[in-house]
């Protein structure tokens, strides 16, 4: 098992882009696995710029034979990375830089894993379903309770797993509320949220009582800027207003 680092949420291309080609493909091509693990920090709000904030997750999902992970919290940071480390196959391991030193939380010292395709219902809720990963939990669980107090119950999923995806957790929650907001903080177009969009409505749309919402960055580079990177980035003001209308509908 080997342990590898792309460095700090750019989207070079070279050396790291041709490995991960060879061990997506390996197992097809050979019968033999890679199991490696690639640790990938990402993410936006440290007023990085475009180069280092970045949220690429999606070019890997794509990428047949290759697992992706999004950790949101301490625990199941530690869960995961053991799981990945454990696994044959190749690992995406997505770390994003915003919750190194803001996100807290009991770890236990012995071994545990987080399994790798089990999405976390972070929170309970029967009004609408907002299905998130990574940073963008924390603000979606903010806006949760800010919108608990206008009478509006909210069900937070974390995927913490985006390749292979919990189907089964996504569904039965879309089923339940009706109205469903997707939450990542990568660009819009061709992100995670158009695949689970399309998900529910193959597999979901009887049970859907609003258009599915997307609460996304827009499709330009990240900015340098802290007003204008606190702009790009959704938040959990920006999810209330936009949860708001979706109850409303």
């Excluded at 041709?18 to 993410?43: C, D, K, M, Q």
């Excluded at 697992?67 to 997505?94: C, E, M, S, W």
């Excluded at 158009?194 to 919402?213: H, T």
Aim: with cysteine; hydrophobic share 40%; glycine share 8%.
């Amino acid at each position: 098992m080997a342990v590898i680092s792309f460095g700090d949420g750019g989207t070079s291309t070279g050396k790291w882009s041709e490995s991960l080609n060879f061990a997506a493909t390996n197992h097809y091509r050979w019968g033999e696995p890679v199991p490696i693990v690639v640790r990938a920090p990402s993410g936006g709000g440290l007023r990085a710029g475009p180069f280092h904030s970045q949220n690429p997750e999606a070019l890997f999902v794509h990428t047949p034979g290759l697992k992706v992970v999004a950790p949101a919290t301490p625990y199941d940071a530690k869960g995961l990375l053991k799981a990945a480390i454990q696994d044959d196959n190749p690992v995406i391991y997505f770390e994003n830089k915003y919750l190194y030193r803001r996100e807290k939380g009991e770890v236990p010292q012995e071994e545990y894993t987080i399994p790798i395709g089990v999405a976390d219902v972070k929170r309970r809720g029967e009004d609408i379903t907002v299905i998130t990963y990574g940073a963008m939990v924390q603000e979606a669980l903010a806006a949760a309770d800010e919108l608990q107090e206008q009478g509006v119950d909210v069900e937070v999923i974390d995927l913490r797993s985006l390749k292979p995806l919990d189907r089964e957790t996504v569904l039965a929650s879309a089923s339940k509320t009706g109205k469903i907001a997707i939450v990542h903080e990568a660009y819009r177009t061709c992100g995670m949220g158009g695949e689970l969009a399309a998900l529910i409505s193959e597999e979901a749309f009887e049970w859907l009582d609003a258009p599915l919402m997307r609460i996304t960055a827009p499709d330009t580079p990240v900015p340098y800027s802290p007003p204008l990177e606190d702009a790009f980035r959704p938040n959990a003001a920006k999810i209330v207003e936009a949860l708001r209308d979706l109850a409303a509908y």
